[in-house]
């Protein structure tokens, strides 16, 4: 649902902060 891919739970928005953060990294 939309309301789910704008707002998912804590658990989701930690393993994307995660994968955001991983890639920075690499990318740096």
Known sequence: ???????????????IVQSLAALITEAN
């Open 1 to 15: 649902m939309v309301v789910k891919f704008a707002f998912p739970d804590a658990r989701e928005w930690k393993y």
